[in-house]
Every structure is written in structure tokens, then in C-alpha cells.
């Protein structure tokens, strides 16, 4: 598993509405999870200033679904920035319930610029306090 510099982990509570016709959680909902731990790991790492200054917006999702998960689930959602390449960041994430992983996530965002909401290149000075550091 990668190092704690480019991990996060936020925990998801499950709605009696995240709940589907079939008594787990709808998949659809596994997506506004994953936005919601991508954009919480940028706004804990990310400077102030970098954070106002910056929107993501979500380019690609694939998901694999491993396991249901159920109302009563104590679940966590670990983003893992994978690299940046201009202004898109790369990010997988897994979702837990205990050890048990019952979601994985590879996606890629688009940085925007607040003002403009045109892509912006991530600086480098940004974009390292997400990447794991060279041994």
C-alpha cells in the first residue's frame, strides 16, 4: 500500500435513502462517496490559497463493485493520488468496511480554475504533497 503522503481516509455514512429496492446500497451512490473523499483529501493537503483557487470536476470513473454494502455499514473511503499530469490528477479509491473491500475506484479529475472555470495546470509545489516521495 502506498505511504500516508498520498493516502486519505474519510468515512462515509450510509443514508436510509443511499438504500435500493434490493435492501443495499444503490451504486450510484458509491460515486458521490468517491467525489466526496477525492475533494476532502484535496482540502485537507492542499494549501488555503490552492484551495480557493481551484474546482475539480470528475472526468472518468471505473468502478469495480466488490461487495453490497448495508444501512448499519461503517464504511471508509481511502484515496490514493496516484500521479498528475497536467491538469488532471489520477486517483484510485477503496472503499471498506472493516478489512473487507467492497468498492474500488479508479478515477481522473480535472483541475479548474475558480475564476476562469478553465483547466489549470497543477503546480508542482501542490501536486507533490499528494504524490508518494521518492525513497
Known sequence: MPDSTNRYDHAIAVDPADIDFMG?????????????AVLSHWQ???PPQA???HLWVALKHEITYRKPA??????IATSIAERVQGASAF????????????????????????DTQRPKY????VAALFLPREA
Open 122 to 125: 497543477i503546480a508542482k509545489d
Open 91 to 114: 486517483f484510485e479509491t477503496v472503499i471498506r468496511r472493516g478489512e473487507e473491500v467492497i468498492a474500488e475506484v479508479k478515477s481522473r479529475w480535472c483541475c479548474i480554475d475558480a
Open 51 to 53: 484551495v480557493a483557487q
Open 44 to 46: 485537507k493537503i492542499a
Open 24 to 36: 443495499h446500497v444503490n451504486n450510484a451512490n458509491y460515486l458521490n462517496w468517491v467525489q466526496d
Open 70 to 75: 448495508f444501512l448499519e455499514d461503517t464504511l
